[in-house]
């Protein structure tokens, strides 16, 4: 099975937003997550934000027709980094530059284990213009090690919402030229 990977920038994401929220709720029902309905109301609510955000792109991944994954990320410009009710200060040379988040990352229960993660998040990567990508990473989730195995670099924590435990902040060079 081959899985088709379409771009889909900015506000043309919106017309998917029927079939990302309930993927999402899929994909984050389970422990360490376990999203309330909240949860996943607040999903439909940062993406239609973040459509809007300078260089937001989203990949979607689908087998047959049937949307089986998804990974979205927007341009930090220079000097911004995550927010949250606590977080680490940036690195310098990090931040002295634009920087691209990845934001989401969600793939159906069904479908775990076949390499699909991999090819959403290198597709939403590839060409990108920024040195570095960065993330929020849950600990003693299976996605927490995938990264690790990436090679994605932890460089401080946050706790992004009041409710939410302390995540990782993890950092990914995107060309040769510099490392983290």
Same mark, same amino acid.
């Given at each position: 099975m081959t899985?088709?990977?379409?771009?889909?920038?900015?506000?043309?994401?919106?017309?998917l937003?029927?079939?990302?929220?309930?993927?999402?709720?899929?994909?984050?029902?389970?422990?360490?997550?376990?999203?309330s309905d909240e949860d996943i109301e607040q999903f439909e609510i940062r993406i239609r934000k973040h459509a809007g955000m300078d260089g937001f792109v989203l990949v979607?991944?689908?087998?047959?027709?049937?949307?089986?994954?998804?990974? /979205?990320?927007?341009?930090f410009p220079a000097g911004r980094?995550? &927010?949250?009710?606590?977080?680490?200060? $940036?690195?310098? @040379? +990090?931040v002295s530059g634009p920087l691209f988040a990845v934001i989401e990352l969600g793939v159906h229960t069904d479908f775990h284990g076949r390499g699909f993660s991999r090819q959403l998040v290198d597709a939403l990567l590839a060409d990108r213009p920024e040195a570095f990508a960065s993330l929020i990473s849950r600990?003693?989730?299976?996605?927490?090690?995938? /990264?690790?195995?990436?090679?994605?670099?932890?460089?401080?924590? &946050?706790?992004?919402?009041?409710?939410? $435990?302390?995540? @990782? +902040?993890?950092?990914?060079?995107?060309?040769d030229s510099k490392s983290a």
């Open positions: 899985l088709t990977l379409t771009r889909h920038p900015g506000i043309e994401t919106l017309k937003i029927s079939r990302l929220k309930p993927l999402y709720a899929n994909a984050y029902f389970e422990p360490p997550y376990d999203m979607a991944g689908e087998l047959d027709g049937r949307l089986v994954g998804f990974s /979205y990320g927007f341009t980094w995550w &927010t949250g009710v606590e977080t680490d200060p $940036p690195p310098a @040379d +990090i600990p003693g989730a299976q996605a927490h090690a995938m /990264y690790r195995r990436w090679g994605w670099k932890k460089v401080g924590t &946050t706790q992004t919402y009041a409710h939410w $435990p302390v995540e @990782d +902040i993890d950092v990914l060079p995107l060309h």
